[in-house]
């Protein structure tokens, strides 16, 4: 199994970045899919990006494309949502999650997330 901690949250001004970290263990890593989704108060967990297991391939949803960017590293098992041009509506609870079908993140089904981590993006 595989077991996610997000880090990485905080506080942040319109325009400004933040880099999201997803800290995984587990002997299989490098094989997951990766993901995260976002959910903020009164608000359904909505898909942000996702990466497949070999980084060859990344899907965005259309309201961060062009200012996020997922990555991971296989090497320090850890996947990474570099955040730009940061907006209010941005401001959610992130999670990151994992399986092996891209089909299962790609649609908030996997078997593993993480607990979460607060990005708040003032005025």
């Known amino acids: 199994q595989v077991q996610l901690v997000e880090s990485g949250g905080g506080l942040v001004q319109a325009g400004g970045s933040l880099r999201l970290s997803c800290a995984a263990s587990?002997?299989?890593?490098?094989?997951?899919?990766m993901g995260w989704f976002r959910q903020a108060p009164g608000k359904e967990r909505e898909f942000v990006a996702a990466l497949t297991w070999s980084g060859s391939s990344t899907y965005y949803s259309d309201s961060v494309k062009g200012r996020f960017t997922i990555s991971r590293d296989n090497a320090k098992n850890t996947v990474y949502l570099q955040m730009n041009s940061l907006k209010p509506e941005d401001t959610a609870v992130y999670y990151c999650?994992?399986?092996?079908?891209?089909?299962?993140?790609?649609?908030?089904?996997?078997?593993?997330w993480g607990q979460g981590t607060q990005v708040t993006v003032s005025s």
């Open positions: 587990g002997r299989t890593f490098s094989m997951y899919n």
């Open positions: 999650n994992a399986d092996t079908s891209m089909s299962r993140v790609r649609a908030g089904g996997s078997v593993y």
